[in-house]
């Protein structure tokens, strides 16, 4: 067995950030002896700002682990460790591996009531939310007729125009070369590439899988594998409007293919932030995250790592936001009630740190600060019963479905119906996609998220839900809806305008 080494740099990088007390490993300091299960786990490790690469590797190597990716911009590592103490050598609420929590509920080592709420949460976790209907698979890849009169959620988003009016090319023609420069990251089960809806806009050099917590840029790592999911939300963004098949929000828009599901569908904390600090260092504009982070998903009860897996992929978000990227989410498809999460230790005081975390039903990235959050509504424009809600959590509805209304998108061979907050959030997204094409300078997240709140569509509480206590706020600002259904028709309405005024420009 190897011998635990001592820690001074680890110590020190630890201690950098008063709000982030460190701990140093106590069987490490006294030179205990690393122990080894049967297999290795992989962990987020959550570190001090400020610490360096080797400062993290040496922490990593001290407590009997191997450090396999760092991000330095917000200081959260990846390791893989095979001894059962990694976790508590590192220090409290520094490292959780969800690999390992998984594995442990399903040989039944914890309570029966703390694998009921387990099941519970490992369900929201999943990216296959979505329920299949009447779809056209199996014809291979040969393209289809027009199917846009199939999408109503064009029509309820003012975005039917996008697909149906085709009777001004220059006009289309001019949106999708702006959109030619905006890429809208998925981060999702993959995506087929090879689908003739999404063949031109797919950018592999912009892909990259995430599953094991690092980019892998080859091919075989970011496309769709065993889930059309991602297929499906990619299609809703921007499958191309050319007469044929189905059209998306933001036709014209690059996408990058960032897969962060694994073949189990779930999303590891550490396959979250390697895909938020992907699309922020690759520059995307948007980052559409139809997922909700294992193993805490939908959580209404305190567990263990939820602290680290708030606090890691929550920088990582910030981060996004920052580097000026914007973080579209969706609201997840448990009906419960969602209560906000803090900020990050970064942002906040050591008193805050005890915030809400605990307090209420919490998802991961839904209820994140700097996220849009987007809740689903049905054919005729009502909240779904599946769509989670909250005030000051949901920022704007859109299409999702129900079953015989699902929606139409594409996925591997073919077309399919899904329903679910996750078709939800890529209207939202695309809608932002083409905000972020207007004007001559890129549009900060914040800015993009007031406009698009500001273009929604208000709906008003439910009579009954507003009497029983369940969406609260007026229209325009509710639990249920936000600020309302996405205006992607006042979106696009935004961008023609720029594009006249910029021309108009050109001629003085």
């Not at 009777?167 to 590439?193: E, F, K, M, N, Y």
């Not at 004007?439 to 507003?466: F, I, K, N, T, Y």
């Amino acid at each position: 067995m190897l011998g635990r080494k001592s820690l001074p740099l680890a110590c020190a990088a630890l201690a950098v950030a008063a709000q982030l007390t460190a701990t140093t490993p106590a069987h490490a300091a006294h030179g205990e002896t690393c122990h080894t299960e049967s297999r290795a786990w992989r962990y987020v490790v959550v570190f001090a700002p400020g610490t360096s690469d080797t400062e993290a590797r040496d922490a990593v190597d001290a407590a009997c682990g191997a450090l396999n990716g760092y991000f330095p911009e917000i200081a959260v590592a990846v390791a893989t460790s095979s001894d059962p103490g990694f976790d508590s050598a590192m220090g409290q609420d520094r490292a959780f591996s969800a690999q390992r929590a998984r594995h442990r509920r399903a040989q039944g080592s914890t309570t029966a009531s703390t694998d009921r709420r387990a099941a519970r949460q490992e369900t929201a976790a999943t990216a296959a939310d979505g329920d299949t209907g009447d779809g056209d698979t199996g014809h291979g890849n040969r393209r289809a007729a027009d199917r846009t009169a199939e999408q109503w959620n064009l029509r309820m988003t003012d975005a039917a125009g996008v697909g149906a009016d085709r009777t001004h090319p220059d006009r289309t023609h001019s949106a999708q070369a702006d959109l030619a420069d905006v890429t809208v990251g998925v981060l999702d089960s993959g995506i087929d590439a090879t689908h003739p809806d999404l063949a031109g806009a797919v950018d592999p050099a912009a892909s990259a899988g995430c599953v094991r917590g690092v980019p892998d840029r080859h091919r075989s790592a970011w496309s769709a594998r065993r889930s059309a999911h991602g297929t499906h939300v990619a299609g809703l963004v921007g499958a191309a409007d050319d007469g044929r098949g189905i059209t998306g929000t933001a036709p014209g828009a690059r996408l990058a293919s960032l897969r962060v599901v694994d073949d189990e569908g779930y999303v590891t904390p550490e396959a979250a932030v390697c895909g938020y600090v992907w699309a922020a260092r690759q520059g995307m504009a948007v980052a559409n995250s139809s997922v909700t982070v294992a193993p805490s998903g939908v959580s209404c009860a305190a567990g263990p790592g939820r602290r680290v897996v708030h606090e890691a992929v929550a920088r990582a978000v910030e981060f996004a936001e920052r580097s000026g990227t914007l973080t579209v989410a969706a609201a997840t498809n448990d009906g419960f009630e969602l209560g906000p999460l803090p900020r990050s230790g970064l942002h906040r005081d050591e008193a805050a740190r005890t915030d809400d975390l605990t307090r209420s039903c919490v998802a991961v990235p839904a209820g994140l600060r700097n996220a849009v959050t987007v809740a689903a509504v049905d054919h005729r424009g009502a909240k779904t019963a599946y769509s989670s809600y909250g005030r000051d959590v949901i920022d704007l509805a859109a299409p999702g479905g129900t079953a015989g209304h699902c929606v139409l998108s594409t996925v591997p061979g073919g077309y399919d119906r899904m329903c679910g907050t996750s078709m939800a959030a890529p209207h939202v997204a695309g809608a932002a996609a083409v905000l972020a094409a207007t004007g001559s300078g890129r549009q900060s997240p914040a800015e993009l998220r007031r406009v698009l709140q500001r273009q929604a569509l208000p709906v008003a509480c439910p009579d009954a839900a507003r009497e029983d206590g369940a969406c609260t706020g007026p229209r325009g600002d509710n639990a249920f809806h936000g600020s309302g259904i996405v205006n992607a028709g006042a979106a696009h309405a935004t961008h023609a305008v720029h594009r006249l005024l910029a021309r108009l420009g050109e001629q003085h």
